[in-house]
């Protein structure tokens, strides 16, 4: 019998489920093709069943990429039209950042996903310095987002 994956809960086990993003709980996601796990997520993951996600690996960018950066605004002004992500060779990347997002919305909404737990600073995923892509768009969408 093997062991169940690090992010599945017990067998019958009732836990609520939450996305966190991949290089949070460890995995080579990054824009540099590293992780950076938390070991504070980590606890706090214990509690739930997880999923985790890479919002700019959804909108088809690959790993490792060329770091990128909201311009013009946050999150929310990019779903609006009014700020866009560009990557530091001046590519514009928002197409694909919008796309990860809208992907990670639907995953949610499958799963009925009421908590994400997000990588700070991340031009997807941020949310208080100033909030990505990803976190703005699960945010509109009444799903509570905290950053690690």
Known sequence: MSQPDSHQAPAGAHLPCCLVS????????????????????????????????CPEQLGGLPTPRTPADLVD???FAVLAGR??????????RTEQFILGARQVLAVARAQEITLALLKARSPSC??????????ALLLQNNIRCLEF
Do not use: K, M
């Open 22 to 53: 991949a290089c949070l709980a460890g995995l080579c996601t990054r824009y540099d093709g590293r992780s950076r796990p938390s070991p504070a997520c980590r606890r706090l993951l214990a509690r739930y069943r997880w999923l985790p996600l």
């Open 73 to 75: 605004g946050d999150g």
């Open 83 to 92: 700020a866009r992500v560009i990557d530091r060779a001046g590519r514009d």
């Open 126 to 135: 941020g949310v208080h310095a100033r909030t990505g892509v990803t976190a």
